[in-house]
């Protein structure tokens, strides 16, 4: 296969797939439900039948081995980050979106590198350790090295004892030495998704710029990992197509990656499309998901790839995410800005933002929320920094082993959190949370977090296992 390629999405095999679904009944539901519990993952057919689910004890029973599912492999922890847009400046003409070329009614924002610093200090000062950097798809005057000379500005800013520890990237696909470059610049996860895989779809809904290009754009996974970025993640714009035939083209993408590069995607984004400023298309999605085909959707991916995270972002509702994070969400922006600048700011701005959000809470009032609902709030990055990326993940996370240092590093992050940044109440919710957590541990992982604990509460930062 070449390497803009695109023949493993199988349109037909997709659609034959799942006119041979039908409505599922309850025997052949329980079975791959059984199967699902292995979390040896599940195959096209299962997928279809179980987006086929409509019965409310059926339903219950997928969420029910979804909730099942997430816990055994990322127990009670969830990883917090902020997006950062540097630019909403773009050459492409995407119909849902903001940032669109001819959108004339966006102000356009390229941030300079004293302005990322300013928004990074902001955020590091609300507690915050990872960042996934953004930007429209065309860097003026710099090209790429605007990309480069940002990741760098991000990484040298601190502020108190805090810094960003992790950059993560969603930019425009680049060549196998741009990605080169990215890799060495130290990125974490390099994140594009394909909006959607339905190749009609795509065609109407990106009608000029490089962007046009699907074989260019579903192929750029396989030249970052053949770059050396261990680490990538994809994910689908829900609301553009049939959301049933994007999981089942998801999957292809993922075994494909399996098969040439053998590891499949670190994270899947799963966006529903949200109004944006000029956009009609937005505003009224061709293909709608209803709030209960969401949930189906987290839940059927949790099953479908037990040992990828999932990333849910503050487009949705505080509640809708809360419903998810036992579904399998594992990963989730807070105080999220979509326009560049936002964070220096005093409030969003919408005519310059890409999307609507659904959640503009603090992060303190987040973390609070995710605690109080019994997870640990984590910002933790020891496995980037030890090399416990790609493969080497994926190995430890199949059989289970991965929670023997992801707990104790939660918590030593979380504690970190609450003793420099958090709220009284904030704090008191938190402490709480980790004389839970750490009862409920067994006692390995349970020594590790104990010693990472003691070294925190002690002073030292960035302790990690």
């Known amino acids: 296969m070449k390497k803009t390629d695109s023949a493993f999405i199988d349109d037909s095999a997709i659609e034959q797939v799942l006119a041979a679904a039908g409505k599922s009944d309850g025997q052949r539901v329980r079975e791959i439900l059984a199967k699902a519990r292995l979390m040896k993952g599940l195959e096209a057919e299962d997928m279809a039948a179980l987006a086929s689910i409509s019965d409310p004890e059926l339903l219950g029973e997928l969420f029910n081995t979804a909730k099942a599912v997430k816990e055994q492999i990322y127990g009670k922890r969830l990883v917090l980050f902020a997006p950062l847009y540097i630019s909403n400046m773009c050459g492409n003409e995407c119909l849902y979106c903001a940032f669109r070329a001819r959108n004339k009614l966006v102000e356009r924002v390229a941030l300079t590198q004293e302005q990322i610093a300013r928004e990074v ?14 930007a429209g798809e065309s860097y003026p005057n710099e090209g790429f090295n605007y990309i480069l000379k940002s990741i760098a500005t991000i990484y040298a800013t601190t502020s108190g004892p805090g810094e960003i520890r992790r950059v993560n990237v969603n930019i425009a ?18 994140q594009l998704f394909q909006e959607t895989y339905h190749r009609q779809t795509y065609r109407k809904v990106h009608v000029g710029g490089k962007k046009v290009d699907y074989d260019w754009r579903v192929t750029a996974m396989d030249r970052a990992l053949e770059a050396g970025i261990n680490d990538v993640g994809i994910g689908v714009l829900f609301g553009l197509c049939d959301w049933r035939f994007e999981i089942l083209a998801l999957m292809q993408h993922i075994r494909h990656l399996e098969a040439v590069h053998g590891v499949g995607p670190h994270t899947i984004s799963v966006p529903r499309l949200e109004p944006a400023t000029g956009s009609d298309m937005a505003t009224h999605p061709p293909k709608p998901v209803s709030d209960i085909d969401f949930r189906k959707i987290v839940a059927i991916l949790r099953l479908a790839v037990p040992y990828t995270g999932i990333i849910m972002s503050t487009r949705e509702t505080p509640n809708m995410r809360r419903e998810t994070f036992a579904l399998g969400v594992s990963q989730i922006s807070a105080g999220s800005r979509t326009n560049p600048g936002g964070y220096t700011e005093s409030q969003d701005h919408p005519d310059a933002a890409q999307f609507s959000l659904g959640d503009h809470r603090p992060l303190d009032e987040v973390i609070r929320d995710v605690a109080e609902l019994g997870y640990i709030p984590s910002f933790c990055t020891g496995c980037y920094r030890l090399g416990r990326t790609g493969k080497d993940f994926m190995d430890l996370a199949k059989p289970g082993l991965i929670k023997e240092h992801c707990d104790p590093n939660a918590i030593s992050t979380f504690a970190e959190y609450l003793i420099d940044y958090a709220s009284p109440k904030t704090r008191a919710m938190g402490e709480a949370m980790i004389t839970k957590a750490l009862a409920q541990m067994e006692p390995t992982p349970r020594g590790r977090a104990e010693k990472l604990l003691a070294a925190v509460r002690s002073g030292k930062r960035d302790a990690y296992c």
């Open 173 to 190: 696909p680049l060549s196998v030495e741009e990605f080169r470059q990215l890799h060495d610049a130290k990125i974490g996860t390099y």
């Open 121 to 134: 200090r902001i955020l590091v000062e609300q507690g915050h350790k990872r960042i996934l950097l953004v």
